[in-house]
């Protein structure tokens, strides 16, 4: 489900601020993302250099703009948690994140387009095959799965998943879940179908005829906001089982459980508050 994988990719971000160590590991994010694409391509020393020093502004913007953003976010969050919870208001915070991320993603664009102008025509070949290969390993992964394990594997995530917010979960808690996983439509195929169809689109596109990048952004709009009919259905399904779930499952939260809730909500404001002064304290430093 496309906003649940962006959701993901945002939390992923506040949750590499989520402890001193992890705030640590954020400031370095110039030198890890480097690392990360070099999965997937082997970059020379002089590309590794040029793709930090395209980083470094984009970084400069997110700590300066985007997590405060972050912070209306967690405020949003705590207002709404003070009463009960609806699907619709769980809806309403996923929006606010895949916004967040649409930004980044927007502005990650250029500095993807700028690498790959970079890289040589055998790299490139070589980004393309291991993304096929990636590809590969998704669908031997997920597709073999009978239904009971599909809905066991669905458990399991919403039970971690919950568990790491709310300590040890209830019956009744842990029965909402198990349901839930029951009714879900299954997802993998259609998934693994659009993703090995983009792939296809965007091997094409990254032949770098005259005039790709922009080609590149249209596709990506259009793929994103064109699924297929079968995508569209079970996301909606989905999308409207998880977000009531959710909502459901808090709401049988126990004292205990929203203490650690709302240690955790500390715990994300108290870093991201100090990455934002970290930030401002580096820019009145070079000012």
């Not at 009960?84 to 500095?111: D, K, S, Y």
């Not at 993304?131 to 997920?142: C, H």
């Not at 693994?192 to 094409?204: I, T, V």
């Not at 989905?238 to 650690?260: F, G, P, W, Y």
């Amino acid at each position: 489900m496309m906003k649940y994988v962006r959701i993901t990719a945002l939390v992923l971000v506040v949750g590499l601020i989520g402890g001193c160590s992890n705030s640590f590991v954020y400031n370095q994010l110039d030198w890890l993302i480097p690392w990360y694409v070099d999965d997937y391509v082997d970059l020379t020393r002089d590309q590794k250099k040029s793709l930090k020093a395209q980083l470094r502004p984009l970084l400069d913007w997110h700590r300066r703009e985007e997590l405060a953003s972050y912070l209306q976010i967690l405020d949003k969050v705590e207002a709404d948690l003070a009463g009960p919870l609806t699907g619709e208001q769980i809806e309403g915070w996923a929006n606010e994140m895949v916004a967040a991320w649409e930004r980044i993603e927007e502005r990650m664009l250029p500095v993807a387009f700028q690498l790959g102008d970079e890289l040589s025509d055998e790299q490139m070949q070589e980004f393309i095959g291991n993304l096929w290969e990636r590809q590969a390993e998704l669908e031997e992964e997920y597709l073999p799965r009978t239904e009971e394990e599909y809905v066991a594997e669905s458990f399991e995530s919403f039970e971690e998943n919950f568990r790491d917010l709310l300590g040890r979960l209830s019956l009744e808690q842990l029965e909402l879940l198990q349901s839930a996983s029951k009714n879900l439509q299954r997802f993998d195929a259609v998934w693994l179908e659009d993703r090995r169809a983009w792939l296809g689109r965007l091997e094409q596109l990254l032949q770098r005829e005259p005039g790709w990048q922009q080609a590149v952004r249209d596709a990506l709009a259009e793929h994103e906001s064109n699924p297929s009919p079968a995508y569209r259905e079970a996301y909606a399904h989905n999308q409207q089982i998880i977000n009531s779930t959710i909502a459901e499952v808090l709401n049988l939260r126990s004292e205990k459980q929203s203490r650690r809730l709302q240690r955790e909500i500390d715990d994300i404001r108290r870093d991201l508050q100090k990455l934002i002064d970290q930030g401002a304290d580096s820019s009145s430093e070079s000012s």
